[in-house]
T-cell receptor, first 115, second 114 residues
Framework: EPEVTQTPSHQVTQMGQEVILRCVPI?????FYWYRQILGQKVEFLVS????????KSEIFDDQFSVERPDGSNFTLKIRSTKLEDSAMYFC?????????????FGEGSRLTVL | QKEVEQDPGPLSVPEGAIVSLNCTYS??????FMWYRQYSRKGPELLMY????GNKEDGRFTAQVDKSSKYISLFIRDSQPSDSATYLC??????????????FGTGTRLKVLA
């Protein structure tokens, strides 16, 4: 069964360091998303991406964040200078169609711990 | 006012009980309503989705939407210990950028006791 894969599963970093989280969406999917879930809290929308550009972003997704689809298969989230409050589980998700019958598929998540 | 509100629980029920999970929302632009299930340290998985007011059944699960009250529910019949998970309601609306934006509730943690 096709799935969204994310790496790393867990990353520990020092405050101020750059982090790149990687995602391989399902191959025929067109729409890509990043969500964040701080421990015990809600799943929060960060950004959506379609046709090689950001289509929507939340207020959380400030200048420290960027996304890229560098090679047609990977979809990355970069945090330029991590803060303690960036510690969270980051989920990548993808869907295959513009009409709603496309399910949003989530990866297993990348846990980021900022010390 | 939050766009989507959901009681975080936790909710503990005995095996075989009927479980009722609920969410309210404030934005009438939401068109599609979903329930996701999330096991500990895993990504959410879609359980059910619907786009119209009324009920939709799938096995032991029933999703109910009342657009006039901006209220959605998920009912689980004959609950099993394997149903123990966090249940997230989610809603989506079409955006001016041509995509769907999904907003999630906080999730209700359910524990079904054997």
């Amino acid at each position: 069964e096709p799935e969204v894969t994310q790496t790393p599963s867990h990353q520990v970093t020092q405050m101020g360091q750059e982090v790149i989280l990687r995602c391989v969406p399902i191959s025929n999917h067109l729409y890509f998303y990043w969500y964040r879930q701080i421990l015990g809290q809600k799943v929060e929308f960060l950004v959506s991406f379609y046709n090689n550009e950001i289509s929507e972003k939340s207020e959380i997704f400030d200048d420290q964040f960027s996304v890229e689809r560098p090679d047609g298969s990977n979809f990355t989230l970069k945090i330029r200078s991590t803060k303690l409050e960036d510690s969270a589980m980051y989920f990548c998700a993808s869907r295959d169609r513009g009409d709603f019958t496309g399910e949003l598929f989530f990866g297993e998540g990348s846990r980021l711990t900022v010390l | 006012q939050k766009e989507v509100e959901q009681d975080p629980g936790p909710l503990s029920v005995p095996e075989g009980a009927i479980v009722s999970l609920n969410c309210t929302y404030s934005n009438s632009a939401f068109q599609y309503f979903m329930w996701y299930r999330q096991y500990s340290r895993k990504g959410p998985e879609l359980l059910m989705y619907t786009y119209s007011s009324g009920n939709k059944e799938d096995g032991r699960f029933t999703a109910q939407v009342d657009k006039s009250s901006k209220y959605i529910s998920l009912f689980i019949r004959d609950s099993q210990p394997s149903d123990s998970a966090t249940y997230l309601c989610a809603m989506s609306r079409f955006t001016t950028s041509g995509t769907y934006k999904y907003i999630f509730g906080t999730g209700t943690r359910l524990k079904v006791l054997a």
